[in-house]
C-alpha cells in the first residue's frame, strides 16, 4: 500500500513468453512441467527466443513442442542429440536444445547422447531422470534404483539379474567432449532454483562456443511410482538423491565463475 493507503498491485509471477498459452496432458504433480518453465524462463532472459530450436523426445515428454512458443522439431526415439547435431551444424548461430527423459536418452538413445559429447557437439541437453518408463506404464528403466518396484520389475530392480542404474551425468563427464554435465534436483524450491542457473549455464556454454552441455534433474512421477506428488518429492529426496548425488561432475574453465 503507498502513503494514501491505496493498494499497489505488482506483478510477480506470470506466463514465461516462451510458453504457450496450453493446458498440458502431464498428469498432476509431473515436475516436467517445472523443467518446461525453468527453460522457458532462461529463454526469455537471454533473449533468445526467436533464436532456439527445441528436439522433442519420445516419452511422457513427446508433445513438448506444444507447449514451448519457438521452432521444434520431432525426433525419432533416442534421437534427439543426432537431430540436433544436424540442426546446429546446419545453422550454427541458433540454439539448440534436446529435451529426453531417462528411457529415451539413456535406453534406446544411449549411442546417440555418448557420441554427442564425446565429439562436443554445441548443443545443450535437458535430461528428465525419474527412474521409470513413464509414458508406457512405469516399467523397470536404466535409471530405476536397486530395489525399486515398477511394473515389469515387481520385485524390485535386482542388480545380479538387471545389472546397475547406469548414472548419465558421471558417465558422459568423463568424455572430453562434454564441456558442462551437471545434476540437479525438482525436490523443494532451493534445487529449483539451482536448477535453473544451471540449465541458464548449459545454453551459455554453447551461445559462447564451448561444446556439449547436459543439465540432469531428478525428478518424480507420481502416478507410475503409485504416490501422491507430495510423497514423492520425500521419496525423491530420500532415495534418489543418496543414489544420484547432486553437483557439478564436468565444468570448462571459461564458465567456472558465471554467476546469475
Not at 558422459?172 to 544451471?198: E, F, M, Q, W
Amino acid at each position: 500500500m503507498d502513503i494514501n493507503n491505496n493498494v499497489i498491485e505488482e506483478l510477480v509471477y506470470t506466463r514465461p513468453d516462451a510458453l504457450t498459452v496450453t493446458s498440458t496432458h502431464y498428469c498432476p504433480g509431473c515436475t516436467h512441467g517445472t523443467a518446461h518453465r525453468l527453460v522457458a524462463e532462461v529463454i526469455d532472459e537471454m533473449g533468445i527466443k526467436g533464436k532456439t530450436i527445441g528436439v522433442a523426445s519420445v516419452g511422457c515428454s513427446v508433445f513438448a513442442y506444444n507447449y514451448f512458443d519457438m521452432d521444434f522439431v520431432q525426433a525419432p526415439h533416442g534421437r534427439a542429440p543426432a537431430m540436433a547435431t544436424g540442426v546446429k551444424r546446419l545453422m550454427p548461430d541458433r540454439a539448440v536444445f534436446t529435451y529426453q527423459g531417462d528411457g529415451d536418452m539413456i535406453s534406446i538413445g544411449t549411442g546417440e547422447i555418448v557420441h554427442a559429447a564425446a565429439r562436443g557437439e554445441n548443443i545443450t541437453v535437458i535430461f528428465l531422470n525419474n527412474a521409470n518408463y513413464g509414458m508406457t506404464g512405469g516399467q523397470m528403466a536404466p535409471t530405476t534404483l536397486p530395489g525399486q518396484k515398477t511394473t515389469s520389475s515387481p520385485n524390485g530392480r535386482d542388480v545380479e539379474m538387471q545389472g546397475y542404474p547406469v548414472k548419465a551425468s558421471e558417465m558422459l563427464s568423463t568424455l572430453d567432449g562434454a564441456s558442462y554435465v551437471v545434476r540437479r534436483s525438482l525436490h523443494d524450491p532451493k534445487n529449483i532454483r539451482l536448477a535453473k542457473k544451471a540449465i541458464r549455464t548449459a545454453f551459455e556454454v554453447q551461445m559462447r562456443g564451448l561444446g556439449f552441455s547436459l543439465v540432469e534433474l531428478l525428478s518424480i512421477c507420481p502416478t507410475n511410482w503409485g504416490m501422491t506428488p507430495v510423497e514423492s518429492l520425500h521419496w525423491m529426496e530420500e532415495n534418489m538423491v543418496s543414489y544420484y548425488p547432486l553437483g557439478d561432475y564436468k565444468v570448462h574453465p571459461a564458465i567456472a565463475n558465471l554467476r546469475f
